[in-house]
């Protein structure tokens, strides 16, 4: 970025000022990476609870009677099957199959989806869906109406074994009623807003979706009732190695315009049987070849963190490269995800250049952390006896 270009701020970003937040340029928003320590903040939403600004990620409607078929054929879902009420992880893709970005799609109604993307790639992914919506067969153009509602709303993640208590406080429907992937329509903190069950840390956990003028009400609202329950908040920094753990991609590290679903063990993301869309001859293709790459958990040897671009090898040959990387918080030591060449076996042991020293490293399963079930607030009682 210059030195003309100014960074864009989301709607909370006065409160991050006010509470002390490191804040750095992350896709040209100027964002908190950290309020005190990432790995307090780590541990925090592991153990109790953490609340994230995502104010800075793309919200992008999609309206009208022909809305669903404008996203089957843009994206890799068959999004109008999807149930109303559901939410959706998803991909986009380029005319070979290469990854523009990967999404999560809400069904808010019958003729009506809200898609999420990240921030640097959300100008991109709106162009594509205005693009393609033109190019959609059987589609006219009267049926469908793309918006960008970024400024629009304030999203608000809140993480973590405490979220569905802390979130309860400030919502008017009964938690419990959302289930693992669904979003639904409420009152927010008395605002008008979508409560989804959904989140990037691998932990239980809610985005809530809410006007932007109201977004720092309902920050200040969270905090309050939150702290009973361990309630911090939390910046990039923490954010990044929870999805690490998680082993849940970021793009720009492990999805790219030059990968495809098939080399980051996504292909399950990719259906034939459906209507046609964007990208699917290119895919077809690598289904039949074969995947170029395959995405890697590795448990690094001693205490010095893998980062991204650090060669893999196998008997001083190069396979591939580190993608991310870390020191573990809840682990306690090195862990990251790379993209190699050939396939291995979990078990098996490569090298990694560590700043020109080679250390081994194991190849384990993804996730590295499995994501805890989802409680419920209210568990029904068990039936009892009758005598």
């Keep these: 970025m210059s030195d003309s270009e100014v960074l864009r701020q989301t709607t909370l970003h ?6 002390g937040a490191r804040l750095i ?11 005190d320590s990432a790995t307090n903040e780590h541990v925090a939403v592991r153990t109790h609870a953490g609340i994230f600004d995502l104010g800075h990620m793309g919200e992008l409607s999609v309206e009208g009677p022909a809305a669903g078929a404008v996203l089957d054929y843009a994206l890799l879902l068959h999004a109008s099957k999807m149930p ?40 991109a992914v709106f162009a594509q869906l205005v693009e393609r919506s033109s190019q959609t067969p059987g589609v006219e153009a009267s049926n469908v109406e793309l918006r960008d509602d ?3 709303w304030g999203l ?26 669904r979003i639904a329509a409420t009152t927010v903190n008395g605002h008008d807003g979508l409560l989804a069950r959904t989140g990037y840390t691998g932990e239980d956990g809610f985005e809530l979706f809410v006007p932007a003028e109201a977004a720092p009400a309902v920050w200040r609202a969270l905090i309050e009732r939150g702290q009973a ?3 911090v908040p939390a910046g990039l920094a923490a954010r990044d190695t929870l999805r690490l753990e998680a082993g849940m991609p970021l793009y720009g590290n492990e999805l790219t315009a030059q990968t495809t679903p098939f080399d980051v ?3 399950r993301l990719v259906d034939f049987d459906g209507p046609d869309f964007v990208g699917a001859a290119g895919l077809a293709a690598q289904a039949e070849r074969g995947a170029g790459t395959h995405l890697i958990g590795l448990h690094i040897d001693g205490r010095r963190p893998a980062r991204s671009g650090y060669a893999v090898s196998v008997d001083g040959a190069v396979v591939g490269e580190i993608t991310s990387g870390a020191l573990s918080p809840t682990l306690d030591h090195p862990i990251a995800m790379a ?15 560590v700043r020109g020293k080679a250390i081994g490293a194991t190849i384990v399963d993804l996730p590295f952390r499995s994501r805890p079930p989802v409680p419920r607030l209210n568990p029904p009682t068990p039936p009892t006896e009758e005598n």
């Design 14 to 19: 006065a409160v991050h000022v006010e509470a």
């Design 25 to 35: 340029d992350f896709a040209g928003w100027d964002m908190p990476v950290w309020y």
């Design 84 to 123: 109303v009420g559901r939410a959706r992880y998803t991909m986009i893709c380029n005319e070979d199959g290469g990854i523009i970005d990967d999404l999560i799609v809400y069904r808010l109604g019958e003729e009506s989806f809200l898609v999420v993307a990240n921030a640097s790639n959300a100008p």
């Design 150 to 152: 970024t400024d629009r």
């Design 156 to 181: 608000i993640a809140v993480q973590g074994p405490t979220a569905a208590a802390i979130v309860q406080q400030v919502v008017e429907l009964e938690i419990d009623a959302v289930k693992y992937y």
């Design 229 to 231: 329950s361990g309630l």
């Design 265 to 267: 063990n996504s292909g």
């Design 339 to 353: 993209r190699v060449s050939q396939n291995f076996a979990t078990g098996d042991v490569v090298s990694v250049d």
